[in-house]
């Protein structure tokens, strides 16, 4: 019912610059809220930036004034601009949704991720 289809990693030096892109696929009902994860080799999947459908914004500390999130206002396609790129942004970056379905059941959605390198 909802394909996340993300895109525009890449390789990049420190201080350097990316735009990711996550297509946001749907047929039934209304994305409200997406967020952008990531995960380095090793560590945990964390949260990065999040949007409403509203443009409502939210970041973590670590990427705070760098990075910006946005969407278009149908919430079909949703961006990360990454700035101020450092070697410890290197990570796959996922583009997730969520929604509570029938009983409360939450419906968890992921897409593939893009890789995301900065060299030093």
């Known amino acids: 019912q909802v394909q996340l289809v993300e895109s525009g990693g890449g390789l990049v030096q420190a201080g350097g610059s990316l735009r990711l892109s996550c297509a946001v696929h749907?047929?039934?009902?209304?994305?409200?809220?997406i967020g952008w994860y990531r995960q380095a080799p090793g560590k945990q999947r964390e949260l990065v930036a999040t949007i409403t459908k509203g443009g409502s914004t939210n970041y973590a500390d670590s990427v705070k004034g760098r990075f910006t999130i946005s969407r278009d206002n149908a919430m079909n396609t949703v961006y990360l601009q990454l700035n101020s790129l450092k070697a410890e942004d290197t990570a796959v970056y996922y583009c997730n949704t969520k929604r509570v379905g029938v009983g409360g059941v939450l419906n968890d959605y992921w897409g593939q991720g893009t890789q995301v390198t900065v060299s030093s």
């Open positions: 749907r047929r039934t009902f209304t994305i409200n809220f």
